[in-house]
């Protein structure tokens, strides 16, 4: 058995290395033409020690990943109960790009699935902010999350919107039924595909990931960035919403509040324990990459981080790992 985080990585990326099912998501052209045996795992504790494995440094835009964190944003900016009233937190069951909202309120269901995150963007900076300052908020603030500057593939982004016509549909859609801002709709799908734009190696997610985990501070670092309330919720939101389709069979077997991006990354939180990110492109029939949930599978069955494990079990691989690091 391994000895080190280090090590113990290693063997859970050689184990599913050759498990072939999938397929890449093909927009935008840059998701379309990456590399299908790319591979890596980073985890990143909340006392601030951050393991990495295989193409740990490997950029790629953040898609959906990316509406986790910037729901935290609008939560921290507006409050809690103001956010929930513009977007509801019921799990969908459908599809992420699903064109609809709530019958009676004609909220969104969720800030997980696209129609949330549309109006979850729109709702970031000032009122009628122009897109250039709203997403640079985003950029910003998603750069303090992870420690460094991120910036933002523009080329995918202006690839992804001259197809991003379900996205332009539910942005007007939203508008119509009079609960979208009174933003240009077609404005708001250009930030939110730039949002989605914003390049991440598996290393700044894992870190991103632990800030969440770490009630909103970045771990070993003395500023917040969303409140810990914030935190909590936005890890409530992910546990019950961010899988899409495939959310309570990823709670039942696997139990850490996690969102999938269709570039195959899989971003997870264990509050006051671990921020755990994987990136392998391909993706199964719900968008979720199918060598990343294979070793989430693995991670929280090994190392008991399912949420409703019991807490007081005692010398764990976990706590061996840990103490070996010490
Ligand atoms: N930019 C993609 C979209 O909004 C993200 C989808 C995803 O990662 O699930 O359609």
New binding site residues.
């Given amino acids: 058995m391994a000895d080190t985080f280090d090590d113990y990585l290693a063997t859970i990326l050689a184990a599913v290395q050759d498990e072939a099912g999938g397929e890449v998501h093909e927009v935008p052209r840059a998701l379309a033409e990456a590399d299908p045996g790319l591979l890596a795992a980073a985890l990143c504790t909340t006392d601030g020690e951050l393991h990495s494995v295989g193409d740990d440094e490997h950029e790629a835009t953040i898609?959906?990943?990316s509406k986790a964190f910037v729901y935290a944003l609008a939560l921290e900016q507006h409050g809690i109960g103001e956010v929930l009233r513009a977007v509801d937190v019921e799990p969908s069951g459908e599809a992420?790009?699903v064109i609809s909202v709530e019958a009676e309120s004609k909220r969104p269901r969720n800030p997980m699935i696209?129609a949330g995150?549309l109006l979850v963007h729109a709702l970031v900076g000032e009122r009628g902010a122009e897109q250039d300052e709203r997403v640079e908020i985003i950029r910003s603030r998603l750069s303090a999350m992870a420690g460094r500057e991120l910036s933002i593939d523009e080329e995918a982004a202006k690839d992804?919107l001259s197809q991003?016509h379900?996205?332009l549909a539910i942005a007007h859609m939203l508008r119509a039924e009079g609960v979208m801002p009174d933003d240009d709709p077609v404005d708001v799908v250009r930030g939110?595909?730039r949002q989605?734009s914003i390049l991440v190696t598996p290393r700044d997610l894992a870190v991103m990931a632990a800030t969440l985990a770490n009630g909103g501070y970045r771990p070993g670092e003395d500023e917040e960035v969303v409140s810990a309330p914030v935190a909590r919720h936005t890890l409530s939101v992910m546990a019950t919403c961010g899988m899409?389709t495939a959310a309570g069979d990823w709670m039942s077997e696997i139990g850490i509040p996690a969102k999938?991006?269709?570039?195959g990354a899989i971003m997870g939180a264990l509050p006051g324990r671990v921020g755990i990110a994987t990136y392998a492109p391909r993706l199964d029939r719900h968008?979720t990459s199918v060598r990343g949930r294979a070793i989430f599978e693995r991670l929280s069955d090994e190392l008991d981080l399912h949420l409703l494990d019991d807490p007081h079990r005692q010398d764990t691989l976990w706590d061996r790992l840990r103490q070996q690091e010490a």
């Fill in positions: 898609q959906s990943v992420y790009n696209n995150a992804e991003a379900r996205n939110y595909t989605c899409y999938s991006g269709v570039s968008g």
